[in-house]
């Protein structure tokens, strides 16, 4: 409580200074004094205030914030709801749509393409077509004198460019390599199984049909005639359609039926791994002694010692069906090695 | 004679492209592997035979008939046990088969 302005100078205040033996000086003094303190007091409150103030108005800002932060998040998950389902509803939807129609252009695109190519195409059999020289005259009228196959075919890929197919047959040879070099499965140091290729092989039961009696009764017919019908294809290649490489493809599909059916451990008794590699080497090495010198000698190189016979016989056709059989025995061991590959890591 | 043959052939024919329409169109319609497979053996036994039936008919009776039945043959051979192989391994591997078709225990 303050006391009034003129309190000092009121009767009862200067009977109290008389009292008390003080002077007006002295009073004077202590109400600068009590001022100085008050203005000190002020001041302190003051900050004290402005502190809370700031306190206050800081508390108040990050309320703010954090107000304004939970709207945000509020609005992102109204948003969130909003567009949560919009792939599965709209854009499926719109993705199935433009891939029907982008594949239709392409379709469409791709057949007229073509067909302005064809159209461009010589006509078949007109006598001005590039492919109508001298060379498919010679073959055509000579290929049966100086080979002595019927089918011009097999004259022509095993006998007068053989060593075209003798490049063929290495090609399938070094595929077989290059895929062995990735994906075959190494045994350990006294010939067994390691550990990852049992793995495989237990892995190999659980989805393969293995002992499945329905497969191997329909084997048991298919698999003789398949292996019988690709024999004949590739001896017969010097004489009809067909030859080293079609029959081993067939025969490679009989042996890979097989070991569908009965599995490997029969399938190993024909074809393991050293049986397969005297089997693919010695047809090739065959084949790289009776045509490897023609690259040297040139020309059509047909003279193999061996005599032409008569055609249409079986025997007949010099060098061309040792050959044929040559191919066919590494197309077919390529084709099985290949599936037992990718199956299981080798035989 | 020359126009019932070909009346014949045509009949043939257009029965097995109607039954491999038949069996395409199962084949995009319907959901299941197992039901996909039905729809699709269309074509390896009923198409197959009537188209055969049809060239068999349209170019007499010769070696080549041998031949055709010979195809057919082989065909009905290999396509069941195909099938009956895919039908094992989806159900060796399927996890959801139940929802397919009624599996007894």
Redesign the interface.
């Known amino acids: 409580m303050k006391p009034r302005s003129d309190y000092e100078l009121s009767l009862w205040r200067r009977l109290v200074r008389f009292v008390d033996g003080e002077t007006l000086a002295d009073v004077e003094r202590r109400a600068e004094e009590n001022r100085e303190s008050d203005a000190k007091n002020q001041q302190m409150a003051d900050a004290e205030a402005e502190k809370r103030f700031e306190q206050e108005e800081k508390e108040d800002r990050e309320d703010r914030k954090r107000r304004l932060e939970l709207e945000h998040e509020k609005e992102a998950k109204s948003l969130l709801e909003k567009y949560k389902n919009w792939p599965k509803e709209h854009g499926v939807k719109i993705f199935g749509r433009l891939y029907a129609v982008m594949a239709v252009l392409l379709c469409a695109i791709v057949i007229t393409t073509l067909l302005v190519t064809v159209s461009y195409l010589p006509e078949y059999g007109s006598p001005d077509n590039p492919n109508n020289n001298e060379v498919v005259e010679k073959y055509n009228k000579d290929g049966l004198y100086d080979t002595g196959a019927t089918n011009n075919v097999a004259s022509m890929i095993l006998d007068y460019r053989a060593f075209d197919t003798l490049g063929e047959s290495h090609v399938l040879f070094v595929a077989a390599v290059c895929v062995m070099i990735l994906l075959r499965l190494e045994l350990t140091k006294d010939g067994k199984p390691t550990d990852v290729k049992r793995a495989e092989e237990e892995n190999d039961r659980l989805y393969e049909p293995k002992n499945d009696k329905i497969l191997q009764l329909s084997a048991k017919i298919l698999v003789p005639m398949i292996i019988m019908f690709g024999i004949y294809v590739i001896l017969n290649g010097h004489l009809s359609p067909g030859g080293g490489f079609s029959g081993g493809a067939i025969i490679g599909a009989g042996l890979i039926l097989y070991v569908n059916a009965f599995g490997f451990e029969k399938a190993k008794r024909i074809m393991n791994r050293k049986n397969y590699a005297i089997i693919s080497v010695v047809p090739l090495l065959f084949y790289a002694i009776a045509k490897g010198y023609s690259f040297f000698t040139g020309a059509n190189h047909l003279e193999s010692g061996i005599p032409t016979g008569t055609p249409g016989a079986i025997l007949s056709g010099g060098l061309i069906l040792p050959l044929n059989i040559c191919v066919g025995i590494v197309v077919a061991c390529t084709m099985y090695h290949f599936y037992t590959l990718f199956r299981k890591g080798g035989m | 004679m020359e126009w019932l043959r070909f009346c014949v052939v045509a009949l043939f024919l257009t029965a097995s492209l109607g039954m491999a329409v038949i069996s395409v169109a199962g084949v995009f319609k319907f959901k299941f592997i197992l039901n996909r497979m039905h729809a699709a053996a269309i074509i390896d036994s009923f198409a197959l035979l009537l188209a055969m039936i049809g060239v068999a008919v349209a170019y007499g009776f010769n070696f080549a008939t041998v031949k055709v039945v010979l195809i057919v043959l082989?065909v009905w051979?290999?396509s069941p046990?195909s099938g009956?192989?895919i039908a094992?391994?989806e159900v060796?591997?399927d996890k959801h088969l139940s929802e397919e078709c009624e599996v007894r225990e």
């Open positions: 082989l051979v290999a046990v009956h192989l094992r391994l060796t591997t």
